[in-house]
């Protein structure tokens, strides 16, 4: 399960698959809405949001116009709290390192708590190739895993799922046989990966920030599960994308306070969790190995492209909680572990255009996700930047689209044109009008009228009538 | 320790920024936008004490406030209420001045069970946390903004102790309340700064343990505690 | 005060009664408007389809057709919008820069310019209704236009004006993203309309035309008896 998501089928099957799932739009639905109110409380409880969101922006500008130095010192600071730091180019060179890892320690059992990069990396199929059993301990990954599904949002990862479709998973492959409460789920989940977590030989987490003059890791979890993939296991290895760093600690406060904020609305999550990787002496929580994979896949490449602001981002989901898009036809649509406004942004910048062109265009470039952005990336902005890139600098859009576009080029820089164009719109489409309605257009428009009628142009044009009120103004004076 | 293909890593990662590999030299600027500072800055203790309680109202977590000479009693309450009859707690100077190691006593001499955190015994260590009604520990730095109690983690007070027993509960100094985050992170950044080093794990605790990953419903108590609460110490 | 229309290609060609409604509003408000008949379209289907090239002789042609206009106004949250992104998009252009910050800078959207230039409120608007206010998105989030509609709604004595839930949401139109992506787009002004329906309102009222007639278009295929009106058309009623 690579950063693709339902490879086997198309763009538009998957949005029809979306868009045809009542209970994935239902749910959502309701997410989003409640997900988007905790976001904007939190906001106005702290009644500057707007001098948050520029700190926050500033913070994450300077520290990737600076990341080469702050990547050093955070290794420098790893090595010497007695970690090992790997830097891996690719997905390749990271699974291999980890593969090797565990291997060496004759690790059995892998538990794992969320991160998005390892799914990006396909770890998991990794590890499982090489033997090693691998348990998600976040319950949402949980459950996918159990279910062999993709996640379909980067904070609640099976949003897309009902409580009795758990139940029935829990169910067919752990014998689950109580009702489809959601505590008693839960409690269900508790019990098994309990069990897990104090038999795992080796842990692994992801990273939201690694403060770089500590060498500290730290995890925003609400479920307590990374502090247990942290404290347990002998051996521990923490993967972040690259750009996942906070200068010093002062900075970690700006940016989880904006991440729980923005993410949930809340003030912090139940557990943010710093480590600096090997336990101390006499310290009995707390790995005796400790690995940091820091990971480039395709990352620095954005950096110093127009895109660069896309590496600021703090992985929240506040612009996928408010994509209309996203409500519509839900995560797995995108065909990318990292789905909405930002996977649409990222997704093709780290896997090539070839099999995302469709996601830039996957936006009616509203907005809200830029208006959400608790750090500020203009994101509507950066897919039009996409855009630009496939229709006019690759020539990658259909050959009659672009005929148009050089038309319509041609059209509006010449007011002649225009005019004369404009005052036959009417006649042109009369054979499809009827009264003042086109209920069933050609070309282009019978997309549009599939779903709603458009107007017949009016009778007259705007300039029509103003040319003949000056006229008859002249003529009273 | 090792550290491997930084060199090649870093000079892509430079290149793309335009220049040569920078290691040395680099200092934050002043922020220009400084919203954090601003958050209950002329809060008074009490003021800040009340937030607090009002904060763990929306986290789920018990509240109670009382003196040191009544700790035992209100304790005991909190245990009651749990239905308690086994705590972990951490090794730490304060359990004398708040005069909990008497009560361990007291708890022991009742047919309870009270454990210290050992620094040697693993095995029995975990065995204890991993079936204790209630971990306790001290609250470090306490942050009225958002409910939380830090704790720098040590060989005393080990991660496991506030994680795995089925209830938390965090004994608050009064001096320990600070407004937000903010302050226990400068204070982070100064041990950084004078010391070149940090404790190995700081956790920032909110409440109990708590998921929404099901149907958004949330459920209070996934792998961490399923109940917590907070005693300010005045 | 002289002020020049920004008709946009839209109402022009489709709804010729916003740009009259315009003008009088104006005239009554004692601009003094004239029409610069070289103006076209702002380019923005070709710049959001990613034709950036093929946008910027539009918009070179609207920097023209206004060069000498003291103010440029038009009835339109998004066509404004785009007036004011040129900037951005000429800002590596040493020869139009200058020019496109000077456009940009006496551009408004109606609404805006009465509130914010004329700094009025009551327009002396006599109509009468049950009214429901879509705020499109780039009046909102582009142009920062989100309280002078209202304002000048609720200032019209016979406007009972109703909230619209979510309205802040997209109606589903997008450019070309209403016929590129037509099943999302048909799902979100689907979900707009109900939003609509539950207002009771017998008007919807917005200050941009496309989203206008996408609503407005997908409301008459249900068959619902909502009229759709431009906001100039409910403040120019006397």
């Not at chain 1, 794992?112 to 998600?136: C, F, H, P, Q, R």
């Not at chain 3, 509003?25 to 034709?51: M, R």
């Not at chain 3, 551009?107 to 608007?125: A, C, K, N, P, R």
């Amino acid at each position: 399960m690579s950063i693709k998501v339902h490879e086997e089928l198309s763009y538009k099957e998957r949005v029809t698959d979306g868009v045809e799932n009542d209970f994935m739009r239902q749910a959502v639905s309701s997410a989003q809405e409640r997900l988007k109110k905790g976001r904007l409380q939190a906001a106005e409880e702290l009644g500057d949001w707007e001098d948050w969101r520029s700190l926050g922006e500033e913070i994450r500008s300077h520290t990737i116009e600076h990341l080469d130095f702050y990547l050093h010192q955070l290794s420098e600071q790893v090595e010497k709290n007695g970690g090992h730091v790997f830097f891996a180019q690719t997905a390749e060179e990271a699974n291999d390192y980890i593969k090797n890892v565990v291997k060496k320690k004759d690790g059995k059992k892998v538990v794992k708590s969320k991160s998005m990069v390892s799914e990006e990396i396909s770890l998991n199929e990794a590890l499982t190739d090489i033997g090693a059993e691998v348990v998600e301990s976040d319950l949402g990954e949980w459950i996918l895993q159990l279910d062999d599904d993709p996640p379909s949002h980067i904070v609640a990862p099976a949003l897309h799922k009902d409580r009795e479709g758990i139940r029935q998973t829990f169910a067919d492959k752990k014998g689950y046989d109580q009702t489809n409460k959601p505590e008693e789920l839960a409690l269900f989940a508790r019990e098994q990966l309990r069990k897990d977590f104090l038999a795992a030989d080796i842990g692994i987490t992801g990273c939201n920030f690694a403060v770089a003059e500590s060498g500290a890791i730290t995890l925003v979890t609400n479920e307590g599960n990374a502090r247990l993939v942290s404290a347990i296991p002998e051996t521990q290895i923490a993967i972040m994308g690259m750009e996942r760093i906070v200068p010093t600690w002062e900075e970690l406060d700006i940016l989880v306070s904006l991440l729980t904020r923005a993410a949930v609305g809340q003030k912090l999550t139940s557990y943010i969790t710093s480590f600096t990787g090997t336990r101390l002496e006499n310290e009995i929580d707390g790995p005796e190995e400790f690995h940091l994979v820091i990971l480039d896949n395709g990352r620095s490449k954005i950096i110093g492209s127009e895109f660069q602001s896309a590496l600021h981002c703090i992985r929240c989901a506040a612009c996928i909680n408010v994509c209309p898009v996203y409500r519509h036809i839900g995560g797995h649509a995108y065909g990318s572990i990292y789905p909405g406004p930002i996977g649409a942004v990222i997704t093709p910048l780290l896997d090539g255009y070839e099999e995302h062109e469709e996601l830039p265009y996957a936006s009616t470039l509203c907005a809200a996700c830029t208006e959400a952005c608790p750090v500020k990336i203009p994101l509507h902005e950066q897919l039009i930047r996409h855009r630009e890139i496939i229709a006019d600098r690759q020539k990658r859009t259909p050959k009659l689209e672009r005929m148009m576009m050089a038309g319509f080029a041609q059209w509006a820089s010449t007011p002649a044109a225009y005019q004369l164009s404009a005052k036959m719109a009417r006649t042109a489409l009369k054979p499809w009008s009827k009264d003042e309605t086109i209920t069933n257009g050609p070309g282009p428009l019978k997309d549009w009228t599939v779903n709603r009628d458009l107007p017949a142009p009016g009778k007259q044009t705007f300039r029509s009538w103003y040319k003949q009120r000056e006229k008859e103004k002249k003529h009273d004076n | 320790m090792t550290i491997s293909n930084r060199d090649t890593f870093l000079q892509h990662v430079a290149a793309n920024l335009g220049r040569d590999v920078i290691v040395e030299g680099v200092k934050r600027p002043d922020w220009k936008h400084k919203p954090h500072l601003n958050v209950f800055k002329n809060h008074n203790v009490e003021q800040l004490i009340d937030e607090l309680e009002k904060q763990c109202e929306n986290i789920h977590t018990d509240f109670r406030r009382t003196t040191k000479e009544n700790l035992h009693q209100t304790l005991q309450e909190v245990l009651d209420a749990y239905d308690a009859d086994s705590i972990v707690y951490a090794y730490d100077e304060r359990n004398e001045v708040y005069g909990l190691d008497s009560y361990f006593a007291e708890l022991n001499n009742d047919g309870k069970d009270a454990y210290e955190w050992s620094t040697s015994n693993k095995e029995k260590n975990r065995q204890k946390v991993e079936r204790a009604d209630v971990g306790l520990t001290f609250s470090d730095i306490t942050l009225a903004e958002s409910g939380t109690v830090t704790l720098l983690n040590d060989e005393y007070n080990a991660r496991t102790i506030s994680l795995l027993p089925e209830s938390y509960i965090a004994i608050i100094p009064k001096e320990t309340i600070v407004p937000r985050m903010t302050q226990a992170t400068t204070m982070i950044h100064q041990m950084q700064q004078e010391n070149n080093h940090v404790p190995s794990c700081v956790s920032f605790v909110t409440g109990p343990s708590n998921s929404a990953d099901i149907e958004m419903n949330l459920i209070v108590g996934v792998h961490g505690p399923v109940r917590a609460a907070y005693i300010v110490v005045d | 005060m002289k002020v020049s229309l920004f008709i946009t290609c839209m109402c022009d060609i489709f709804s010729s009664n916003v740009g009259k409604d315009t003008v009088e509003l104006l005239e009554s408000q004692n601009c003094d408007v004239d029409f610069p008949e070289k103006q076209t379209c702002c380019g923005q289907p070709a710049f959001n389809s990613g034709y950036t090239k093929d946008a910027k002789k539009a918009m070179k042609q609207m920097i023209k057709a206004f060069e000498h206009s003291e103010y440029v106004v038009g009835p339109s949250g998004s066509c404004v919008g785009m007036l004011k992104e040129y900037p951005k998009i000429f800002s590596d252009d040493a020869e139009w820069y200058d020019k496109a910050v000077e456009l940009a800078n006496k551009s408004y959207e109606i609404t805006q310019f009465l509130v914010d230039v004329l700094h009025v409120t009551d327009v002396g608007s006599t109509f009468t209704g049950r009214v429901t206010y879509h705020p499109s998105c780039h009046m909102t989030r582009i142009l920062g236009v989100k309280e002078a509609p209202v304002k000048l709604l609720e200032s019209v004595p016979g406007v009972e004006l109703i909230k619209l839930p979510l309205g802040e949401d997209c109606c589903g139109f997008g450019g070309t993203f209403s016929v590129k992506n037509s099943v999302i787009s048909g799902e979100m002004v689907k979900e707009k309309v109900r939003h609509v329906e539950e207002t009771k309102a017998d008007y919807l009222v917005g200050g941009d035309m496309a989203c206008l007639m996408n609503i407005g278009g997908r409301m008459t295929r249900e068959g619902l008896d909502v009229k759709v009106k431009h906001i100039t058309e409910i403040l120019n009623t006397r």
